[in-house]
């Protein structure tokens, strides 16, 4: 059965789906992501003892306001505190997973006009582009990097190129999309290839044009890195996959009552 319901119904629909998933990943990041990050922070911290310091207590040769070379405060002296940042992960995630939900929810509204969809197939459908479209694409491109990792001299720079990676993945999906409007009537095999064809394409050029982006240092421990970055891709995941599954399974929920609810007025 096509999705139904008004917009507010969906955006109530999609905030708890949000909400649910949000807490999902923030558990995947709790227990997965944040050893790793401890990890990491304790050697940024060691690199940063480490280095030489003049008697004001700056890096030797630089000035106090060069933050390339202070390295960041995660300790005691941290605005906010470690054990701060880990409670607040799971505030952090639900409201990210709130927002993303709304957003969800408005682009369901839309996509149910012009894709005939049962609605828990669409709601797997939207979440499976949506995090290829804003996870996959950039993070396969720009992958995320633990504390110590980056210069903040190029933060700026890092963050365009990250966006200008999303903008490639929604138009590769976008792309795709339509491509597997046009060829809708073909056989499976074109219907299937043709759209993931359209994809690639797009992808490819597109990681082909984009600069590359490199600041690891080569005594950064690589399993670390790796498994920091997988725990993040996993977290991502983790919050598309909740969002997409509980958006469906309060659909389907919605459409028996409905149809319920139709039955026992028929009755009557």
């Given at each position: ?142 992958p995320a990097n633990p504390p110590a990792v980056g210069d903040p001299e190029t ?114």
């Open positions: 059965m096509p999705l139904t319901g008004t917009l507010k119904t969906l955006l109530i629909r999609g905030l708890l789906a949000g909400l649910i998933a949000g807490l999902l990943a923030g558990s995947v990041a709790f227990f997965i992501g944040e050893p790793h990050v401890d990890a990491a922070i304790a050697i940024e911290e060691a690199n940063s003892a480490a280095e030489p310091h003049d008697d004001s207590g700056a890096v030797a040769g630089h000035s106090h306001g060069d933050e390339a070379t202070e390295g960041h405060s995660h300790g005691d002296d941290a605005l906010v505190s470690r054990d701060g940042q880990k409670g607040g992960l799971f505030l952090a995630t639900a409201l990210a997973g709130l927002a993303l939900g709304a957003i969800f929810a408005a682009t369901a509204h839309y996509a149910r006009r012009v894709v005939d969809l049962p609605g828990p197939v669409l709601a797997v459908t939207l979440a499976t582009a949506g995090w290829l479209a804003i996870e996959a694409v950039p993070f396969f491109k720009y933060i700026n720079k890092r963050t365009l190129l990250w966006l200008a990676a999303v903008i490639l993945g929604l138009a590769a999906i976008a792309a795709a999309a339509y491509v597997s409007k046009i060829v809708a009537t073909q056989q499976f095999s074109v219907r299937l290839a043709a759209p993931v064809a359209s994809f690639l394409v797009i992808v490819v050029l597109g990681y082909v044009l984009l600069p590359g982006v490199n600041e690891v240092g080569p005594d950064f421990p690589a399993t670390l890195l790796w498994e920091f970055r997988l725990s993040s891709l996993a977290t991502q995941a983790t919050l598309w996959i909740g969002l997409g599954l509980a958006f469906a399974v309060l659909t389907d929920l919605a459409t028996r009552q409905r149809s319920d609810a139709e039955k026992l007025s028929a009755t009557r």
